[in-house]
């Protein structure tokens, strides 16, 4: 049973168009058709090298597509026809709406937690010091840290710091979080605390795209799983038909390896 659901007559949030991306020779996507509807939380599973990670890095162009169209409420996101100062800027508000947490953590050593989440609403998007201390203060309250938020990262555990990146993602108020395997590198015993705050982002209504091996968590949180091998969408469904009655072979046979 999912934790929520998605209002079905809200618009679509991500549409990709055929999408692909190679690495020279290297095809890694191979024409992925996409929806993601507001407030959807679509889980993304599949073996090491089916361009999981690489659907997500396009979604918000750290990697630019090789072909295909990525529709982020509408508006073409890699539009190759703008200028290239146009596109850039043009990148740059779409990453401020396309929040990313990745495996590794990517915080600052040199700044406290506090500052790690105030830096970018500051810099990117000019909001003022105190608003954006207030601001870090309540994001750090809704991941559980508010007693850390003077501390420096090297003073916390992975959990604790990956909670850190989650809030500090949240910092910039994007439309859809991108979550990368964000659970993949914490000893057993973290992993909880990060996947109960992204439990409360799905109730509260974020549009989220995770890539994970939690299967559990797919399970209970996600509106859809989707099914990747080989840089294509195997199978999409909702998670109690994915997780219970699989249709192709190959979805079959990758849940009998991962829930041995």
């Given amino acids: 049973m999912t934790s929520h659901s998605p209002d079905r007559t809200q618009s679509t949030m991500l549409h990709i168009n055929n999408l692909q991306k190679s690495f020279g020779e290297l095809a890694v996507l191979n024409g992925v058709n996409l929806e993601v509807a507001q407030q959807e939380v679509l889980v993304i ?3 090491s090298g089916s361009g999981k990670s690489t659907l997500l890095r396009c979604v918000n162009h750290l990697e630019p597509p090789t072909g295909g169209e990525i529709y982020l409420e509408g508006v073409l996101i890699n539009d190759t026809t703008k200028s290239r100062r146009a596109f850039e800027s043009h990148l740059n508000r779409i990453r401020c709406e396309v929040g990313m947490v990745f495996q590794q953590f990517n915080l600052f050593p040199h700044m406290t937690v506090l500052e790690n989440i105030m830096e970018a609403p500051i810099q990117v998007l000019g909001v003022r010091r105190e ?9 750090l309250d809704r991941v559980g840290l508010a007693d850390k938020m003077d501390n420096y990262p090297c003073m916390l555990s992975g959990g604790q710091q990956q909670r850190v990146a989650i809030a500090r993602a949240l910092a910039m108020k994007p439309k859809v979080m991108l979550f990368d395997e964000v659970t993949s590198a914490l000893d057993p015993e973290l992993v909880g605390d ?28 996600g509106d859809r799983v ?22 192709e072979a190959r979805t079959r046979q990758f849940l009998a390896e991962v829930l041995k």
């Fill in 45 to 47: 599973i599949g073996p």
């Fill in 131 to 139: 608003e954006a201390r207030q601001a870090a203060i309540s994001l």
């Fill in 194 to 221: 990060v996947l109960r705050v992204m439990e409360g982002l799905a109730r509260d209504g974020m549009t989220m795209l995770v890539v994970t091996h939690e299967m559990g968590f797919a399970e209970k949180v």
């Fill in 226 to 247: 989707i099914f990747m091998a080989d840089g294509l969408v195997v199978e999409d469904a909702p998670p109690q038909e994915i997780f219970s009655a699989p249709k």
